[in-house]
Protein backbone atom coordinates (compact mmCIF):
# COMPACT_ATOMS: atom_id res chain seq x y z
CA UNK A 1 0.00 0.00 0.00
CA UNK A 2 1.39 3.68 -0.80
CA UNK A 3 0.60 6.48 0.91
CA UNK A 4 -1.02 8.26 -1.77
CA UNK A 5 -3.40 4.88 -2.44
CA UNK A 6 -6.90 6.29 -2.36
CA UNK A 7 -8.27 3.23 -0.28
CA UNK A 8 -6.40 5.28 2.68
CA UNK A 9 -8.95 7.93 2.49
CA UNK A 10 -12.21 5.41 3.39
CA UNK A 11 -10.85 3.16 5.67
CA UNK A 12 -11.63 3.38 9.08
CA UNK A 13 -10.85 2.05 12.28
CA UNK A 14 -13.23 -0.62 13.18
CA UNK A 15 -13.35 0.41 16.97
CA UNK A 16 -13.71 3.90 16.73
CA UNK A 17 -14.35 4.65 12.80
CA UNK A 18 -11.68 7.03 12.88
CA UNK A 19 -8.86 7.87 10.40
CA UNK A 20 -6.21 5.46 10.00
CA UNK A 21 -2.46 6.69 9.17
CA UNK A 22 -0.26 4.55 7.18
CA UNK A 23 3.09 3.47 8.36
CA UNK A 24 6.49 2.65 6.93
CA UNK A 25 6.61 -1.18 7.70
CA UNK A 26 3.18 -2.04 5.99
CA UNK A 27 0.71 -1.31 8.90
CA UNK A 28 -2.23 1.14 9.69
CA UNK A 29 -1.78 2.90 13.06
CA UNK A 30 -4.81 4.67 14.88
CA UNK A 31 -3.03 6.80 17.12
CA UNK A 32 -5.95 7.91 19.62
CA UNK A 33 -6.91 4.13 20.57
CA UNK A 34 -2.96 3.30 20.27
CA UNK A 35 -3.78 0.32 18.02
CA UNK A 36 -1.55 -0.84 14.80
CA UNK A 37 -3.46 -3.30 12.33
CA UNK A 38 -0.92 -5.13 9.80
CA UNK A 39 -1.36 -5.12 6.15
CA UNK A 40 -0.74 -8.90 4.70
CA UNK A 41 0.27 -9.42 0.76
CA UNK A 42 -1.18 -5.77 0.63
CA UNK A 43 -4.66 -6.18 2.45
CA UNK A 44 -4.81 -4.11 5.35
CA UNK A 45 -6.15 -6.41 8.26
CA UNK A 46 -9.17 -4.68 9.97
CA UNK A 47 -10.93 -6.90 12.27
CA UNK A 48 -10.63 -5.90 15.50
CA UNK A 49 -9.10 -8.77 16.94
CA UNK A 50 -5.89 -8.43 14.35
CA UNK A 51 -4.83 -4.94 15.73
CA UNK A 52 -2.78 -4.78 18.54
CA UNK A 53 -2.24 -2.36 21.03
CA UNK A 54 0.90 -0.02 21.37
CA UNK A 55 3.28 0.69 24.55
CA UNK A 56 3.43 4.38 25.53
CA UNK A 57 7.26 4.66 24.26
CA UNK A 58 6.33 2.50 20.63
CA UNK A 59 2.88 5.41 20.33
CA UNK A 60 5.58 8.21 20.64
CA UNK A 61 7.85 6.09 18.04
CA UNK A 62 5.32 5.81 15.86
CA UNK A 63 3.64 9.74 15.70
CA UNK A 64 7.01 10.21 14.62
CA UNK A 65 6.91 8.14 12.00
CA UNK A 66 3.53 8.22 10.52
CA UNK A 67 2.69 9.01 6.75
CA UNK A 68 -0.24 11.49 6.57
Do not use: F, W
Amino acid sequence: MKPDDPLLKILACPLDKGQLHLLPEEALYNPRLRRRYPIVDGIPQLLPSSGEQVSDEEHEELLRRMTP
